[in-house]
């Protein structure tokens, strides 16, 4: 069994900064690509970061130069650097990797979701 357990959520003023972080464990081999993902009030889930595991990064283009996904690869752990925030980046994010078990299955998991407020 995977989990993925983020934390590092919460409550920030505009041009804040947050740090959420994401940590898988259990029956884990490899772990590939992981990523970050937001839903906001009534929108669908969307794309936020993504980073290999050569450390290849991607972003939405509402966060290029603003936020900056990274990895530990020897803890299995996945972050989200997120400077000069806005009110729109209000959203639950969800952080996802995809992994392969010690039984050679490979598939997407996705964390529980924390909640990022951006308001004065």
């Known amino acids: 069994q995977v989990q993925l357990v983020e934390s590092g959520g919460g409550l920030v003023q505009p041009g804040g900064s947050l740090r959420p972080s994401c940590a898988a464990s259990?029956?884990?081999?490899?772990?590939?690509?992981m990523g970050w993902y937001c839903q906001g009030s009534g929108k669908q889930r969307e794309l936020v970061a993504t980073i290999t595991s050569g450390g290849t990064t991607d972003y939405a283009d509402s966060v290029k130069g603003r936020f900056t996904i990274s990895r530990d690869n020897a803890n299995n752990t996945v972050y989200l650097q997120m400077n000069s925030l806005k009110p729109e980046d209000t959203a639950i994010y969800y952080c996802?990797?995809?992994?392969?078990?010690?039984?050679?299955?490979?598939?997407?998991?996705w964390g529980q979701g924390t909640q990022v407020t951006v308001s004065a």
């Open positions: 996802t990797a995809r992994i392969q078990t010690n039984f050679l299955v490979v598939r997407d998991y």
């Open positions: 259990g029956n884990i081999r490899s772990i590939f690509t």
